[in-house]
């Protein structure tokens, strides 16, 4: 099956790293074509099996010679389905699909609005949460397919003497790291936050680091290729966002990490108990109690990792999308 799979993100963050993943195990079943937008640092992950094609023109969702330049692609590739990812890509090819008529399916990656999915046929979720906020026609249906993970291999070892905390994003309002490190930088026991990852808050986030004079207890490490072992290595990954699609560096973290905290956000309450679901407000004082009760906190995770592991391994989650390509293409 000729499957052309379309992003048109101008950073690189969790949405991206699943499109990755999700191209490069799929090229393992079907004539797989990747579409990008200029800039993006993607073309540079997806495996040799992979044929990438990049769009040239400025990524505006209303240049018309973009939209002309992938009306062509599209015609020229000619797939049997076409899988946007994000609302940008979905709204750009729901536009030239109007002349093309090609089976399209659109990914939903967070919960917020996104206006074009709701004129969508079909849909896929990552979390039940953003299904929940697609409203289709009768003839629409909404699937929820989690992003998947194929495991690797990552150094074990003994952690670090001082305590650990592990963030993993884009550098966006939205998730939350100010008030991380506001609350991270009034804490009385001895620690160090890692955040990982690119974008435009990074000065902001830098000034206010310097400003609470948390230099020498807050990082900014940019972006990473290690990010599993960053995982593995510390002693607690933390989400501090106010909305998350997943997100991924959950099940990053139930492969990889020790414990895993995370405000209420996409998936998290659909995996875990209460007791790693914190408030934005209480991230501080949640991270004390994990301090003080390390150990049992760190044997309830490994419980539930072992229980929730099977549902994010790509093997299950290229087969639920071998399978809904299937009966998308079989439908008139």
Known sequence: MKVALFIASEHYGGAEKAFVELVNAMAQHHDVAAIIIRGNKIGQMVSESVKVYTLKSNPTRYNPLLIF???????????????????????????????????????????????VFNKMQWVTTVSEKAASSIHLGKKGRVWTIYNGIEEEKILSGSLPEKFTVVAVGRLDKIKGFAELIRQVSS???PLVL?????????DSLR???????????????GFRNDVHQQIHDAHVVVVSSFSEGGPKVLIESLFYGRVFISTPVGAVPEVLPERFIVTQERLGAKLEDVY?????????FARIAAEKKPLFLMTKIIKQYDDLYHYLVEQV
């Not at 003080?292 to 309830?300: H, I, K």
């Open 207 to 221: 000034a206010l680091i310097v400003e609470l004079g948390a230099e020498g207890r807050i990082e900014l490490l």
């Open 194 to 202: 890692k955040i990982i990852g690119e974008g435009q808050e990074y």
């Open 69 to 115: 330049e992938l009306y062509i692609l599209l015609g020229w590739l000619d797939p049997d389905i076409i899988h946007t990812h994000a609302a940008k890509a979905t709204e750009l090819v729901y536009r030239v699909n109007m002349l093309l008529g090609k089976k399209h399916l659109a990914t939903k990656h967070n919960d917020r609005k996104g206006r």
């Open 187 to 189: 804490l009385s026991f």
């Open 292 to 300: 003080n009760n390390y150990q049992q906190y760190e044997a309830e």
